[in-house]
């Protein structure tokens, strides 16, 4: 195990305990709806994770990183940050994803216009924050995370 897993291990498993020992039912009553949360959440995960594993095995991390790498640069980081916001993957997929594209050849920049607007603007979840939030506020907050998540590519790209 790398020190982020066994550190997130020394910090939860003292406090669950310390928790368990302080209130008890309080304690048990949390456990039992994370884990109903998770058994909510965990077939869309595993089907995500075997979408996006076919999807890699017709089209390797080598094949999009050349595709994108053809096209202009500006136009490749574009088209990459379009595919991001309307793209539905968890954070703890993408990351892995988008390493394997760099590893692959892609450039820095698509790849991170990618990541960033997968993370910042969600097309797919548009409908459900308009409804909390407003239309304009969601439109407001998608545009200009849009364009930062472009302009944090650009930078990143100028920086390395």
Excluded at 66 to 94: D, H, Q, R, W, Y
Excluded at 151 to 160: H, S
Aim: charged letters at 10%; glycine letters at 8%.
């Amino acid at each position: 195990m790398d020190i982020v897993t066994l550190s997130m291990w020394g910090i939860s498993l003292p406090l669950m305990i310390y928790s368990y020992l302080k209130k008890r039912g309080k304690t048990k009553e949390a456990t039992h709806k994370a884990k109903g949360m998770m058994q909510g959440m965990l077939p869309d995960i595993i089907a995500i994770i075997f979408l996006i594993g076919f999807v890699l095995s017709l089209l390797t991390p080598a094949t999009i990183a050349e595709t994108l790498s053809k096209v202009n640069p500006f136009t490749g980081t574009l088209f990459a940050a379009l595919i991001g916001c309307v793209t539905l993957i968890p954070a703890f997929v993408a990351f892995p994803l988008v390493g394997s594209l760099i590893e692959g050849g892609a450039h820095l920049v698509p790849s991170v216009a990618f990541l960033t607007t997968l993370t910042m603007v969600g097309i797919k979840t548009f409908p459900l924050e308009a409804k909390e939030f407003g239309i304009k506020f969601t439109l407001l907050r998608s545009l200009l995370s849009f364009v930062l998540a472009l302009l944090v590519a650009f930078i990143m790209g100028g920086l390395m």
